[in-house]
């Protein structure tokens, strides 16, 4: 299976990381459809394997951007703190959300964010 993607992988990878070195984000808006039609991954592993995969990316693009003085430091812990009890809930959560349902929401998110970044652009 994965001989087949080999390269494909290290591409996916090295595009998220860029994108989420420069914007950061991106993670799960490429890994987790890549994942899923073209390494065939149930969405379940796809949006759970997305995770550990911008998990380092996210670690190496912090350590930057604070080394660089763009971290707010107080305000990335305050929500960060919600993040981890939010993170753990949702994790805990995954297993009992049908497939059907978990493609929905993440199409749904995936589409809002699209709309809210386009009116940005033009207004």
Known sequence: MYNKFNYKL????????????????????????????????????????????????????TFIYFENGYVELKTGLIVASGSVIGGYIGAKL????????????????MIIVAIRMLIKCFC
Do not use: E
């Open 10 to 61: 290290y591409i996916v990878g090295l595009i998220t990381g860029l994108i989420n070195g420069l914007i950061g984000s991106g993670g799960g808006i490429i890994i987790v459809p890549f994942l899923k039609y073209c390494v065939n991954l149930d969405p379940h592993k796809s949006h759970a394997t997305a995770i550990a995969i911008i998990f380092p990316i996210t670690i190496i693009s």
């Open 94 to 109: 995954l297993n009992k959300v049908p497939k059907k349902l978990l493609r929905k929401t993440f199409g749904i998110l």
